[in-house]
């Protein structure tokens, strides 16, 4: 029993230097992306007040750019301890970071567990069958009503890609059936395929002197790539 208590105490000791080595380095993680982006906002404003350009836009796109390429490459380097950062500081809230003028607000999150829409527009059923499930679940009418206006879509545009898309067609069905019920399983649906995926959710509000950024964006960590990115000044 005492050896018990010992081991006991052993593993909590070890996952408590654990968090805390993690904690240590992604506050050194931020320190140098924050001194790296007012760097790269130096550089950018002189070069913009020689090409008399829109400063201000232009920082706050430039620090979109930074702040998902730095940490696209911070978790995937560090994917083994994924779920222990997202459940410490500063990831388990919402991450403020201030540099010179810059104000950005980032959260992120797990990805997973959604359904692609984008396979309502293939002809085999048990491509989309969970789908149509899901709505019956859920009490969720005119499914077909639905699926047609992803094949509509992509056959027009191509497969829905981003967030203001999924929106898009949403609002477009609501406006046909003048029902909102679909938006109880809103959560549910995306534009790519989740199943055996590393996929982390960013949501990205910056702040440039009188310029304001919204973007929202997924982190593909088993391809080190950005899937669904969008963003539009407020």
Request: charged share 25%.
């Amino acid at each position: 029993m005492i050896k018990q208590i010992e081991l006991s105490n052993q593993n909590l000791k070890l996952q408590t230097q654990k968090k805390a080595i993690v904690l240590f380095i992604t506050l050194m993680f931020i320190a140098v992306l924050s001194s790296l982006i007012v760097k790269n906002l130096g550089d950018t404003t002189q070069f913009i007040e020689e090409s008399n350009q829109d400063i201000t836009s232009v920082k706050a796109l430039l620090a979109v750019k930074n702040i998902q390429t730095e940490f696209l490459d911070y978790f995937v380097k560090n994917v083994s301890q994924l779920d222990t950062l997202l459940e410490a500081e500063p990831f388990k809230e919402e991450l403020l970071l201030e540099y010179a003028d810059v104000k950005a607000n980032i959260k992120f999150s797990k990805y997973d567990k959604k359904h692609n829409i984008n396979t309502l527009a293939q002809k085999e059923e048990s491509k989309y069958k969970a789908i149509e499930e899901l709505f019956s679940s859920n009490n969720i009418s005119d499914f077909y009503t639905f699926k047609q206006i992803i094949i509509d879509k992509n056959k027009l545009y191509g497969s829905i890609e981003n967030f203001i898309q999924l929106d898009s067609v949403l609002e477009e069905f609501i406006t046909q059936i003048q029902n909102k019920d679909i938006l109880n399983i809103k959560e549910d649906l995306s534009f790519i395929d989740t199943a055996n995926k590393q996929l982390l959710l960013c949501k990205l509000d910056i702040t440039v002197s009188d310029k304001s950024i919204k973007s929202n964006f997924i982190y593909d960590l088993s391809s080190k790539s950005v899937k669904g990115f969008n963003l539009a000044f407020k």
